[in-house]
């Protein structure tokens, strides 16, 4: 006895997907002619009813830009993206030490990029590389028998991420500390004796790691790798 049914993932509504009876056209239209545009509010008016898609949550996604859409079919053609966020002293940077074996061991390729708040320079003032650099060569790359290096300068620009990933070919996976603005998935961590609050839950927020319990769904011990690593292994697949 309904005439509007819409999509539900069993944590919010997305009316964008649903079945509205052609009886509703004209009181819809009254609706939007008041210049209103908020489609639940509306279906919350007339008789509607929610349809659970709580097994298929990871279908609905909500995309505001074309960058957060690129980033997202990024596992379907390039490798997997997670960031791992959180405040100075969470411990980002020791988790990561601990986690990369554990995902190595499972013969997964792991990537990393690491975002840091200084003016970073890998190469060393004064050797060739350095002075050539600083004559104007742009890009550099730096190597030797064990590993190479690429560096490129961007003074009047932003960071652009998608362009540092595109480095990554033949990994399964790239581990991203930092970078909490950008579109990922992402874990975010926390801790007990921060002086900060506990980040809020956002649409790319996949799990949250702490030392004290929270009710979050997929809530992670931060003291636990295991846990954590299985997590991890688990949204891979």
Known sequence: QVEIAYAHDGERPHPTFA????????????????????????????????VDFSERKEAFRNFNTLEELAIAEMPRTKPAVLAITGYSGTGKTTLLEKLL???????????????????????????????????????????????????????????????????????DLVLVEGFKHEALPKIQLHRKDLDKPLPKLDEWTIATATDYPIERENRLDINDVDEVAEFVKSWLK
Request: glycine fraction near 4%.
């Open 101 to 171: 074996p554990k995902l190595t061991a499972c013969n997964l390729k792991v990537g990393l990029i690491k975002h840091s708040h200084h003016n970073i320079d890998v190469d060393k003032k004064g050797k060739d590389s350095h002075r050539l650099r600083l004559a104007g060569a742009n890009p550099t790359a730096i190597a030797c028998d064990e590993r190479w290096a690429l560096m490129t300068e961007t003074p009047e620009q932003a960071i652009n991420f998608q362009q540092i990933i595109a480095n990554f070919k033949e990994v």
């Open 19 to 50: 079945l509205i009876h052609r009886n509703v056209a004209k009181v819809l239209n009254d609706y939007l002619q008041t210049g209103e545009r908020r489609l639940y509010q509306f279906f919350r008016q007339q008789k509607s009813v929610a």
